[in-house]
Each structure stands twice: as structure tokens, then as C-alpha cells.
């Protein structure tokens, strides 16, 4: 049972190309989040998707995509990767049911230059 | 919406001093509340959470936290801190209601010195 996994754990990017972060977890879970950190700023919701099949936005949506490949697998899209996007990206789950507490997986560390 | 605020985004106490992370939170229903650590490097890991069953919860690796809903807080605590305890604490509540969503504090840094 590896919970959330994420792929890669490092990148490094240059201003404008494009990449897709993975994410993929095996504890059937309806509801998967994206996170960045930022030193001081704690955890900022990117997007989330309440089920397979639907994704709405969180606090800072701007300049990612994400899709809901199925219920195991939710991607993150940077189109054109810009240095303020220079950040640590968590994946996470939660079931549906109440409390919803969520389950991390270990991060991608990226860096555009 | 909801609000958490981490009183001391550093705190630093002796190896075996009482650990002591302050969250407050900003609520209109009773909420569910967590508290997550960070080791280096790593991602969040569940370390205990409120969800109405007794105001005292423990936690993994000694620690506990209590709500209390009069002065909206849900301070964590460890009698006696240990040099693994190192890390980042995150406070955590629902966003409403009926809400899977999760608001987070900005984190506390805790250090022990030895």
C-alpha cells in the first residue's frame, strides 16, 4: 500500500517549457488536492478534484492545469513555465466521508530558472 | 472562510522541555481540526485530529493537542520534547460545514536543542 505517490521528485525547468507533474493513490479515495508551498506561506490549494471527472479551482489556479486522468491518478500541467512557479508541489487524497483528513504524498521540488 | 492562525512561525525549546505549538481558528459551526508534521524533505504526515469525539486527542509520537471551543483554539502539546521532534507543524480545519476541504496555517518551525 504506497498511499500518494508523486513523479518526478526534482525538476528543473527552464522559462517557458512546459512539464506535467503525476500523481497517483491507491486508497480509493473521491477526493485528490494540489498544493504549493512557499517558505512563510504555508500550504496554497492549486486545484482539487471532488471526483473523478471534475476539477474546480483553489486559492491560486493561475498558470496550471490539471486533469483527473481516473480515480487513482490527478496530473498537473504547467503550459509555460514561469520562475515565480520555483516552488515544492504536494499531491493529495481524502475519502469523501467526514472528517476528510488528507494524505500527503512526499512532493516535487521544481525549479524554473 | 475559514481562518488558522500559528502563533511563532520559529520556536525553539530544550531536549526534554514542554513542547507547546499554538493554533487558533476562525469557525461558525464546529469544525474537524488536525495538526500535520513536516520532516525535512518529506511531505505531511498525519499526526492527530479533532472530530468531536473527546476534546483531549492524542497523536502519534507523544503528542496531543485540546479543543477548545470557547477560545477557538487547538493548541498542541508534547510533555517532553526529543531531538527527533524537529520539524515543521502545520494546523489545519475544515472549511465549513459539510466541507472536505482543508484550511492551513502557516506553519510552525520547531527546533530542540540539545
Known amino acids: 500500500n504506497a498511499g500518494v505517490t508523486q513523479t518526478p521528485k526534482f525538476q528543473v525547468l527552464k522559462t517557458g517549457q512546459s512539464m506535467t507533474l503525476q500523481c497517483a493513490q491507491d486508497?480509493?479515495?473521491?477526493?485528490m488536492y494540489w498544493y504549493r508551498q512557499d517558505p512563510g506561506m504555508g500550504l496554497r490549494l492549486i486545484y482539487y478534484s471532488a471526483s473523478e471527472g471534475t476539477t474546480d479551482k483553489g486559492e491560486v489556479p493561475n498558470g496550471y492545469n490539471v486533469s483527473r486522468l481516473n480515480k487513482r491518478e490527478f496530473s498537473l500541467r504547467l503550459e509555460s513555465a514561469a520562475p515565480s512557479q520555483t516552488s515544492v508541489y504536494f499531491c493529495?487524497?481524502?475519502?469523501?466521508?467526514?472528517?476528510?483528513?488528507?494524505?500527503f504524498g512526499p512532493g516535487t521540488r521544481l525549479t524554473v530558472t | 472562510a475559514q481562518s488558522v492562525t500559528q502563533l511563532g512561525s520559529h520556536v525553539s525549546v530544550s531536549e526534554g522541555a514542554l513542547v507547546l505549538l499554538r493554533c487558533n481558528y476562525s469557525?461558525?459551526?464546529?469544525?474537524?481540526l488536525f495538526w500535520y508534521v513536516q520532516y525535512p524533505n518529506q511531505g505531511l504526515q498525519l499526526l492527530l485530529k479533532?472530530?468531536?469525539?473527546?476534546?483531549l486527542v492524542k497523536g502519534i509520537n507523544g503528542f496531543e493537542a485540546e479543543f477548545k471551543k470557547s477560545e477557538t483554539s487547538f493548541h498542541l502539546t508534547k510533555p517532553s520534547a526529543h531531538m527527533s521532534d524537529a520539524a515543521e507543524y502545520f494546523c489545519a480545519v475544515t472549511s465549513g460545514a459539510g466541507s472536505y476541504q482543508l484550511t492551513f496555517g502557516k506553519g510552525t518551525k520547531l527546533s530542540v536543542i540539545p
Open positions: 493529495a487524497s481524502s475519502s469523501d466521508r467526514g472528517p476528510w483528513e488528507q494524505y
Open positions: 469557525s461558525s459551526v464546529p469544525p474537524y
Open positions: 486508497m480509493n479515495h473521491n477526493s
Open positions: 479533532y472530530t468531536s469525539a473527546a476534546t
